[in-house]
């Protein structure tokens, strides 16, 4: 009942943007803005924002104790706080733990136990938690509730991190390109983006960035000048592509650019880094709280035991997380799906942040495709075939239906020639197999996702038909 009466709340605000001319959409952005700055940047942030500047002139040795007396607190939180884990940790004695190690003793928590079970698991009433949807593009989605002063201790590390790169939040200017839908589907005014004045921040639609429209958004960036711009990379990029390719001059530098929600790769960050002529500072931080892993001025990323701890399961990249900032929903050696290498345990970064560093994330399940042997081919090495063909492809999509399947969609400049198709074809095979069936399809657009982020490969080959058909439906 009460999710009805919200739903229907959310359509009517929707419907009445929608309806407004556009200066009214921008104090519409606002007033949603200062209800978020509200829950966001309060006591807790600002108090927090404190306890960072301490942790980080933290010796290896103190950091260590503070992530033990981080943990046992949320383990005896969990005890008596939440039903599924006072349950599920019934037979262990945590009060045995002397290390972060003993953590192998729990059992490892599964995203479809969360699911079936959250009602046990939430330790905080839904009524007055900031809920967050999480994992829609692996296609089972979770709802997590979390409590406000562990959304400001969050936004507080993402802060202090932006801050390490000479970007202060709310004080200095923001472009962010996201997947929210700010421009009304029947507006004819070339204008993407929208002001979010308390905090500063220019918000701008991923949904419209096509060829025709990509000079207006220049313009308005360049009369912005953000000191910083983040958001979906794909869009980034495909904005930083388009001023590499037209040889146009920018009329702004930004300090840094912080992509968020997707995997960098290196064409992205290349190209970005050079159009822009700053740095990419890459963090890995998913919606349901897992801890953070940042890169720091020296370019190394940064597994930020403050935070949570992240293990590796035995003999195998994949992660476990457990989150100090997630205590609505607890996440405690939570199977989240993506997989990292850890650097050397006795590394330590010369930016004087003592953590153990992290080697690469190597991104979540969905960024792969197989050869026909069935071996993964990730993100990186498919970008890596667009490297060896003449820049005339703008943007390309490779979807694979079967093992011996992949179409390519690919949308050309005018330069394109048809001898480079068979190098394409060619350049994929290599990657993929020569017994490797390759459609190439030259089209006009290559859509976004409902989320408003950019697929460069789509794996058919896991899913479920059924799940497929259910997910096309609701794209319509
Ligand atoms: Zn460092």
């Not at 929208?194 to 025709?212: A, D, G, K, V």
């Not at 590796?312 to 992660?319: A, K, L, M, R």
């Not at 459609?439 to 789509?458: F, H, L, M, W």
Request: proline share 4%; with cysteine.
């Amino acid at each position: 009942m009460n999710l009805m009466k919200k739903g229907s709340d959310y359509m009517n605000l929707q419907s009445i943007y929608d309806h407004s001319p556009i200066f009214f959409q921008n104090i519409m952005t606002s007033v949603k803005g200062y209800q978020l700055k509200r829950t966001r940047y309060g006591k807790y942030y600002y108090e927090h924002l404190q306890l960072l500047k301490q942790l980080h002139t933290y010796t290896e040795n103190q950091l260590q104790e503070y992530q033990f007396e981080e943990l046992m607190k949320l383990l005896r939180y969990v005890k008596n706080n939440s039903k599924f884990y006072h349950e599920l940790y019934k037979d262990i004695d945590i009060e045995k733990f002397s290390s972060v190690k003993d953590i192998k003793f729990l059992p490892i928590v599964t995203k479809e136990m969360l699911r079936k079970n959250i009602e046990k698991v939430i330790t905080i009433p839904k009524k007055g938690a900031v809920a967050d949807h999480t994992g829609g593009t692996t296609g089972k989605s979770l709802t997590v509730y979390n409590r406000v002063q562990d959304i400001q201790k969050r936004m507080a590390v993402l802060d202090f991190f932006k801050l390490k790169h000479g970007f202060e939040n709310i004080k200095m200017k923001r472009a962010t390109f996201m997947g929210k839908h700010i421009v009304p589907p029947m507006q004819k005014k070339k204008v993407f983006w929208r002001f979010n004045r308390p905090i500063n921040q220019m918000l701008y639609s991923s949904f419209h960035l096509t060829e025709e429209n990509i000079p207006y958004y220049i313009s308005s960036l360049n009369d912005f000048k953000p000191d910083a711009i983040d958001g979906f990379v794909s869009s980034i990029y495909e904005i930083a592509s388009y001023i590499k390719r037209k040889g146009i001059e920018l009329k702004f530098q930004p300090k840094v650019v912080f992509p968020t929600s997707e995997t960098v790769t290196k064409d992205y960050r290349d190209t970005i880094e050079k159009v822009f002529n700053c740095k990419v500072r890459d963090q890995y931080a998913s919606s349901e709280g897992a801890p953070f892993v940042w890169e720091c001025s020296y370019g190394n990323l940064h597994y930020d035991i403050t935070t949570g701890v992240i293990e590796n399961i035995e003999d195998s990249n994949e992660i476990l997380v457990t989150s100090f900032l997630a205590y609505g929903t607890p996440l405690i050696r939570y199977k989240i799906g993506d997989s990292m290498i850890f650097d050397d345990s006795n590394k330590r970064c010369k930016c004087g942040f003592n953590t153990p560093l992290i080697k690469s994330i190597e991104g979540r399940k969905i960024d792969f495709l197989y050869s026909t042997k069935g071996a993964k081919i990730n993100l990186g090495n498919i970008s890596n075939i667009f490297k060896n063909i003449p820049n005339t492809i703008i943007k390309a999509q490779l979807i694979q239906d079967s093992l011996e399947h992949i179409i390519v969609k690919i949308m050309v400049d005018k330069d394109f020639l048809p001898k480079h198709k068979d190098l394409l074809a060619d350049e994929i095979k290599h990657k993929f197999g020569n017994d490797m069936k390759v459609d190439i399809k030259i089209v006009n657009d290559i859509p976004r996702e409902k989320s408003g982020k950019y697929r460069i490969i789509i794996n058919k080959v896991d899913q479920n038909p059924n799940f497929n058909e259910k997910n096309e439906r609701m794209n319509l």
